[in-house]
């Protein structure tokens, strides 16, 4: 059975990104449906996978990182508006019996991610 997850990684910090709000949508042309909330929890992790079973499809989604408000509660220094606020990452789902992990790795002023396993 396919499913989502993440994980975000505090780079500049060297821990997890903890209480990171995550949103994903589906993308069907210019239509964007949202599908869920999550939190990640100490580990930097979501408790469960995001999307699974009937839930996730072949298909266009995004997940939108809420990166500013967790800089704004680590403290980071940063001027209104911020470099990175809300990150939002597309990507697609060619096979939904598969696993698709999809990292953040953040710091103030860059990020990076990678399809993970």
């Keep these: 059975m396919g499913r989502l997850t993440t994980h975000i990684l505090d780079t500049a910090l060297g821990r997890p990104g903890h209480g990171i709000r995550v949103e994903v949508f589906r993308l069907e ?8 909330e999550v939190m990640t929890n100490d580990d930097g992790r979501c408790d469960a996978p995001i999307l699974e079973g009937d839930d996730f499809t072949v298909g266009e989604y995004e997940l939108l990182f809420h990166a500013g408000e967790y800089l704004q ?7 209104d508006p911020r470099f990175l606020d809300r990150i939002p990452l597309r990507f697609g789902v060619a096979d939904a019996d598969e696993h698709y992990h999809v ?7 860059s990020y990076s991610t990678y399809r993970g396993s």
Excluded: K
Aim: hydrophobic share 25%; aromatic share 4%.
């Design 73 to 79: 509660r680590q403290g980071v220094p940063g001027r």
């Design 103 to 109: 990292p953040l790795l953040l710091s103030p002023y």
């Design 29 to 36: 042309g210019e239509r964007r449906t949202r599908l869920a």
